[in-house]
C-alpha cells in the first residue's frame, strides 16, 4: 500500500509484519522513532505475540536479543552510532553463536566530538563483526531490506544488520509501498532454530573451544558469509517476484555501460550522485554509479563485474579510517580489491562525516577532477583547508590550545560573523 | 520454611545430623532422583565452593520446577571449569554469553518463554561477585528495575578467582588478592565503603532477596525453592569460599564459610519486597580472628608482626552486622551456650 510515511515509521511498520517476538530496545538518536513505534505497536497490541524490554544500555538490548533468539524467539532491534559501540562485545557474540537477530543501524558518527548526524563512522566499525550488512539506499529499500533480512539471517543462522542514514533516510517522510501482512507471511516462514534452550532436550550454548577447534568454528562463519553472497540475490529476486519490485542484492549499477568513471558509494548519497551521474550524461561524459548494497560478505565478483570496464573508480565514503587516508578509506580499501587493473587509479573521497552535506556542485566539482585525474588519492570533500591551518598554526605557537573542536567552531563562528557584518 | 522439632543430641557443632530429620525433609546428596544439574567430572578446584553452592542451588530449582528450568552463566571459574565443549557439565538447557551481560541475557530467555506461552519453563542467571557486582551490575539493576522473571545468584568468592585472584568490588577490607598485595603502610584491600549487592537488591524492593552460605546448604535449597516459587526479579547472594584465591585448606571450605556467619562478617538473612523478613541467628559468636586466622589472604593481620588494630576494624563490621540485623537476638543467640537438651530448630542451619 502506498503510503507518504516517515522512513523510521516504515521500517517499524514493516518489522512488525515480520512477526518479531521479542525487542528489546535503549533509545538513541537517531533511531528512537522506530522502536518508539514499535512499542506503541505491542502496547496496543497491534503487535502480538511480542515482547518489548525497555532496557538500560545497548549492552543489554543486544545481551537480551542473544538470550531471546538463543530461546528461539526471532528477534529485533534498533541502535546507532554510540550505542552500537556499547554493544559490539555483544555483536561478536551474537555472531559468534550463530544467532539470526535483525538489527536497524540508524547510520550516525561517532564522538568525540559528539555528534548526532548521519556518517557510516559506527557501523563501518563493525564490519568485521561477523554480522551481515546491507545498505538502504532510500526508505523503501530499508523497509524492503528487514523483510529479506530475517530470511536471510535465519536461513543461514547468523546476524543482519541493515544500515540506512539517519536523518536522512530515518526522518525523511517519502512515499513508502508497505507490503502486506499476507505478502510477508507467504516470504518469510516462521523461525526454526537451529540450536534451542529446551528443557526438553538440553544443549549447552556457548562454551568454551580451544585452539583445537576454533580456527574451524571462524572458518565456518566465514563460509556462512559466503554463502550469503549466494542466498542474498536469490531473496532479493525472490523478493522482486513476491512483491513487484527491486530492493537490496549486492550490487546495483546505475549508467555503468562503456563508463570511464565509475563512482562507488552506499546509502541514500545514491541517489544525489545519480542525479549528477545524469546531468553529466546528459552532457556527453562517460560516467556511471555502482551501489554496494551488501558490504560484508563483500561481494568481490559482483563489484569486480560493475567495474571492469572502468578508467578511475571515485570511491564516495561517509567514513574515516584514521591513520590510513593517504592510501585509501575503509571501502575504497575493499574495493581496490576488486580491480581487474591493480594500477587504475581509486580515488577516495571522504565526504559527508559528521552530517556536512554531499550537494551536487561539489560532486560534479570533484567528478570533473577526477576525470581530469586531477584527484589526491584521498580527498575530503568540502574541506575547509584555512580553518585547519589556522589550529594548526595556534598548535604549532603554543603548548596549551585547550579543546580543539571548540577552537575550530570558534574560528568558523568568527568568520560568518566577520562576513556577515561586511555583507 | 519448614520447621520441625527436634532433639537436639549433638554438642558442640550445632550440626543437626540428617537422620535426626523426617525423611522427606532429608537433604540427599546422591540418589537416582537427583537431576544432577552440573554433574561431576568437571574441572572446579578441591573444596571450591562455588562448585558445591551451584549444585545444591540449581538442582533445588530444578526440583521446584519439575525441570523446566534454563540456565544463564556469565564469564567466570563456574563457566569454565564446568566446560569446555565437548565436556559440558550442564544436564539443563545452559547459556554462556559474556562476562557482564548475565542478567540481561536470562531477560531476553524469560521473554521468548514468555511470549511462546511457556512460562512454566523458568530461567536462572547465575555469576561470580566479579560478574555480579562489578562488571554485570548495571544489567543486573536493570533486570531488577523492569522486575523480569529471573532468579539471579550471585556465588561471591570476594574476588576475580577465574582471572587468578584480583580484587573485586566485593573484596573484603584487608583481605590480599594480586592486585591488594600485602606491601606498603596499608597491606591488602583497602576500607572503601563496600558494595553490599543484598542490600543495593533490596533498595529495588523485588520480591524476594536472600543470603546463604556453603555451609548449610539446606538452608540454600530452601532459599532457591522459595525463590522458585515466586514471579519477577529475585536475588541470590551465596558466599563460596576459595581456597585458592583465600589460602584456606580445601577440606575447610564449610567451616570457613560457617564462621563467617558465626563472626557476623556476613548476615545470613531474606527480604521480600525490600523489607528483611528473616535472619538466621548467629548461634555463637566467634570473634573474627577465628574466620581470618584460616585463611592465608589475612595471615598478615595475625601473629606476633601482626595488625590488631585492623582486626578491630574487622571485628566493628561484624558488630555493625550484627546490630543492623538483629543477628544475636534469636532464642539461642548470643550466649554461647551449647545447648544440652532440645533446640527448637528455626531451620536445620548449623
Known amino acids: 500500500m502506498l503510503t507518504q510515511i516517515e522512513g523510521s515509521l516504515a521500517v517499524a511498520k514493516t518489522v512488525a509484519l515480520c512477526r518479531p517476538e521479542v525487542v528489546p530496545a535503549y533509545p538513541i538518536s537517531p533511531q528512537t522513532h522506530i522502536v518508539e513505534a514499535l512499542s506503541a505497536m505491542v502496547k496496543s497490541g497491534e503487535l502480538t505475540p511480542c515482547e518489548f524490554i525497555n532496557v538500560e544500555s545497548e549492552f543489554s538490548a543486544m545481551s537480551v536479543a542473544i538470550g531471546a533468539s538463543a530461546a528461539g524467539a526471532r528477534t529485533y532491534t534498533a541502535t546507532a552510532s554510540q550505542g552500537l559501540l556499547f554493544m559490539v562485545e555483544a555483536l561478536y557474540n551474537a555472531s559468534g553463536l550463530g544467532l539470526p537477530i535483525v538489527m536497524t543501524v540508524a547510520n550516525r558518527a561517532i564522538g568525540a566530538p559528539i555528534n548526532i548526524w548521519n556518517d557510516h563512522s559506527d557501523s563501518m566499525s563493525q564490519r568485521d563483526s561477523g554480522w551481515i550488512q546491507m545498505y538502504a539506499r532510500s526508505n523503501q529499500e530499508a523497509a524492503d531490506l528487514h523483510v529479506q533480512a530475517f530470511r536471510i539471517a535465519e536461513e543461514l543462522s547468523t546476524p543482519v544488520m541493515v544500515c540506512m542514514d539517519g536523518f536522512l533516510l530515518t526522518h525523511a517522510v517519502e512515499q513508502v509501498d508497505l507490503p502486506e501482512q499476507e505478502q510477508v507471511d507467504g516470504f518469510l516462514p516462521p523461525y526454526e532454530p ?20 576454533f580456527t574451524e568454528v571462524k572458518y565456518l562463519a566465514h563460509h556462512t558469509h559466503m554463502q550469503a553472497l549466494e542466498l542474498i540475490p536469490q531473496v532479493a529476486e525472490e523478493f522482486r517476484q513476491a512483491f513487484g519490485r527491486s530492493s537490496g542484492g549486492l550490487v546495483d549499477t546505475y549508467r555503468c555501460e562503456d563508463a570511464d568513471t565509475v563512482v562507488v558509494a552506499l546509502g541514500s548519497v545514491l541517489g544525489t550522485i545519480q542525479d549528477v551521474v545524469d546531468d553529466l550524461r546528459d552532457e556527453g561524459v562517460s560516467i556511471g554509479a555502482v551501489s554496494l548494497l551488501t558490504l560484508r560478505p563483500f561481494p568481490l565478483d559482483e563489484l569486480h563485474e560493475a567495474i571492469r570496464g572502468a578508467r578511475r573508480v571515485v570511491v564516495v565514503e561517509k567514513a574515516l579510517a584514521v591513520g590510513i587516508g593517504g592510501i585509501g578509506g575503509i571501502v575504497s580499501l575493499n574495493v581496490r580489491v576488486a580491480l581487474s587493473d591493480p594500477t587504475l587509479p581509486v580515488y577516495t573521497v571522504i565526504a559527508g562525516l559528521g552530517g556536512r552535506p554531499i550537494t551536487m556542485v561539489s560532486l560534479r566539482r570533484l567528478f570533473a577532477d577526477a576525470m581530469a585525474d586531477r584527484l589526491e588519492r584521498t580527498t575530503f570533500l568540502d574541506l575547509d583547508t584555512e580553518l585547519v591551518e589556522r589550529e594548526l598554526a595556534r598548535v604549532a605557537a603554543k603548548r596549551r590550545t585547550g579543546p580543539l573542536a571548540e577552537n575550530i567552531i570558534r574560528d568558523a563562528s568568527a568568520i560568518a560573523a566577520r562576513q556577515a557584518a561586511e555583507a | 520454611m519448614t520447621t520441625q522439632q527436634i532433639r537436639f543430641y549433638q554438642t558442640g557443632s550445632f550440626a543437626v545430623g540428617n537422620r535426626l530429620v523426617d525423611v522427606e525433609l532429608r537433604s540427599v546428596q546422591s540418589t537416582v532422583d537427583r537431576t544432577n544439574s552440573i554433574n561431576s567430572g568437571h574441572r572446579a578446584c578441591q573444596g571450591c565452593g562455588e562448585a558445591l553452592g551451584a549444585r545444591y542451588a540449581l538442582d533445588a530449582a530444578m526440583r521446584a520446577t519439575n525441570n523446566q528450568l534454563i540456565a544463564v552463566n556469565a564469564t567466570g571459574c563456574l563457566e569454565v571449569f ?14 554462556h554469553s559474556l562476562f557482564g551481560n548475565a542478567p540481561a541475557v536470562a531477560t531476553g530467555v524469560a521473554a521468548a518463554m514468555r511470549v511462546k506461552g511457556r512460562s512454566d519453563v523458568r530461567v536462572v542467571a547465575q555469576g561470580g561477585d566479579g560478574g555480579t557486582v562489578d562488571i554485570g551490575f548495571g544489567a543486573l539493576s536493570g533486570m531488577f528495575e523492569r522486575n523480569d522473571d529471573v532468579l539471579y545468584i550471585c556465588y561471591d568468592n570476594e574476588a576475580y578467582m577465574n582471572t587468578g585472584v584480583q580484587r573485586s568490588g566485593a573484596t573484603p577490607p584487608a583481605a590480599r588478592t594480586m592486585t591488594t598485595q600485602v606491601v606498603g603502610s596499608e597491606p591488602g584491600n583497602i576500607f572503601g565503603q563496600g558494595k553490599n549487592l543484598p542490600r543495593i537488591a533490596m533498595a529495588h524492593d523485588i520480591p524476594y532477596v536472600a543470603t546463604a552460605t556453603v555451609a548449610d546448604l539446606r538452608d540454600l535449597e530452601d532459599k532457591v525453592e522459595k525463590a522458585m516459587s515466586m514471579r519477577g526479579a529475585r536475588y541470590l547472594h551465596v558466599l563460596v569460599p576459595c581456597p585458592l584465591g583465600w589460602g584456606s585448606a580445601s577440606g575447610k571450605t564449610i567451616e570457613v564459610a560457617r564462621l563467617a556467619k558465626e563472626s557476623g562478617l556476613f548476615p545470613v538473612f531474606e527480604a521480600e519486597n525490600g523489607v528483611v523478613v528473616s535472619v538466621s541467628p548467629i548461634r555463637r559468636q566467634v570473634p573474627v580472628e577465628r574466620y581470618l586466622e584460616l585463611q592465608a589472604r589475612y595471615k598478615h593481620l595475625l601473629g606476633p608482626h601482626g595488625r590488631p588494630e585492623v582486626v578491630e576494624h574487622l571485628q566493628a563490621i561484624a558488630e555493625k552486622n550484627i546490630a543492623r540485623y538483629g543477628l544475636l537476638s534469636g532464642d ?16 536445620f542451619s548449623i
Not at chain 1, 194 to 213: C, F, N
Not at chain 2, 333 to 347: K, N
Open chain 2, 82 to 95: 564446568s566446560t569446555p565443549y565437548p565436556e559440558s557439565s550442564w544436564q539443563l538447557p545452559w547459556i
Open chain 2, 332 to 347: 539461642d543467640g548470643g550466649q554461647g551456650l551449647i545447648p544440652d537438651d532440645v533446640e527448637v530448630a528455626h531451620t
Open chain 1, 194 to 213: 537451529r540450536q534451542v534452550l529446551d528443557p526438553a532436550d538440553p544443549v549447552t550454548i556457548g562454551a568454551m573451544v580451544g585452539p583445537e577447534a
